[in-house]
């Protein structure tokens, strides 16, 4: 009897050994690489390096003033890539840690690492001759061969929230002399409101920037530029209290759960972004502590027939109107400054 049960032991010892062993290589054999947030890539410019065989560590090819290569992969899950004089375009996505876009004879990569400033891309022959990783540095707008046009909206950081997050929090201690007790008081909550673009390109007098940005201690900046008029700048305050009103609004109306982009859904939708007046896509940024949302819509509001295209949340006219009644009242500050 004694012999059965240590038997017993024994077996059962070594099937949860097998058990362990088997979640162990399971591990192992899934994805060395952690999942890619698509905010690091969208709305990002990069530069191709080299490229790298990972089985031997040798460089197999380098970058040179005779091989250019540039990649653009925007919000709209659209790319543009630059090879040597040459510009084309498709579509992108992500899927975990899969970027699926077409260069040359490869239709999937593998992001093996990415940050803000290098990204290396990874492929796996399927005839096993081994594994290779091409390596990008990030790149402005500035250094990069990819023309804006007029009615694109400016360059955003998509991934950033509260710059102030990073740096030790601050507090105030203060020692009251009757009860002794001390009473913690922390730092306002980091506001940030941003909104871009919206409206069409076109007219008399083309607007070719419209941009508003509120920061934390309420000051509101308006930006208003056109072909003929130039550049006029308006500024003002807002109250901190109104300020958070307009947020927990935000909150309340869960701009924070909606979807990053509202685009096209039908063909006569996406007909109308090459008819002019040209469609100017509006984004929208509003960060809130360590929260942060950025919402592209591709064709905002109704064009000269009345006509919606873009089907998105109402609540997104709300807050977008409330914005815009903020910048435009009186008594501002306004600057012009002529081409």
């Not at 709305?43 to 970058?63: D, F, G, M, V």
């Not at 990819?146 to 203060?174: G, M, Q, T, Y």
Request: charged fraction near 30%; aromatic fraction near 12%.
């Amino acid at each position: 009897m004694r012999f059965l049960s240590l038997i017993l032991v024994v077996f059962i010892i070594a099937l949860s050994s097998n058990t362990l062993i088997a979640q162990v290589s399971d591990s192992l054999s899934s994805t060395p690489y952690i999942k890619v947030d698509e905010r690091q890539i969208v709305e990002t410019k990069w530069r191709y390096t080299y490229a790298l065989h990972l089985e031997s560590n040798t460089i197999i090819h380098q970058a040179d003033d005779a091989y250019k290569y540039f990649l653009y992969l925007r919000y709209d899950y659209t790319f543009q890539q630059y090879l040597n004089g040459e510009f084309n375009r498709g579509t992108w996505s992500l899927n975990n840690n899969e970027l699926f876009y077409k260069f040359k004879h490869i239709n999937k990569f593998v992001i093996a690492e990415v940050n803000p400033q290098k990204m290396v891309l990874e492929f796996t022959q399927p005839n096993s001759k081994g594994t290779y990783q091409y390596h990008f540095i990030t790149v402005e707008s500035k250094d990069a061969p990819f023309i804006k046009p007029a009615n694109e909206l400016p360059d955003i950081n998509v991934n950033a929230a509260d710059p102030k997050k990073d740096k030790k929090r601050w507090w105030s201690l203060r020692h009251k002399k009757k009860n002794k007790k001390i009473a913690v008081e922390e730092k306002e909550t980091y506001i940030s409101i941003e909104l871009i673009g919206g409206g069409y390109y076109g007219g008399i007098d083309p607007v070719i920037r419209d941009y508003i940005h509120i920061k934390s201690n309420g000051r509101l900046i308006k930006e208003y530029k056109s072909i003929h008029n130039g550049l006029m700048v308006t500024k003002k305050d807002i109250a901190r209290e109104e300020l958070e009103e307009f947020v927990e609004y935000c909150v309340k109306q869960k701009f924070f759960d909606l979807e990053r982009i509202y685009d096209c859904e039908t063909a006569v939708c996406l007909r109308r972004k090459h008819k002019k007046p040209t469609p100017v896509p509006l984004r929208l940024a509003i960060a809130y502590g360590n929260r942060k949302k950025v919402i592209t819509i591709s064709i905002w509001g109704q064009d000269e027939n009345r006509a919606r295209y873009v089907d998105y949340p109402p609540a997104l006219d709300n807050i977008i109107d409330a914005i815009q009644r903020m910048a435009h009242r009186i008594g501002d500050e306004t600057y012009g400054m002529k081409k």
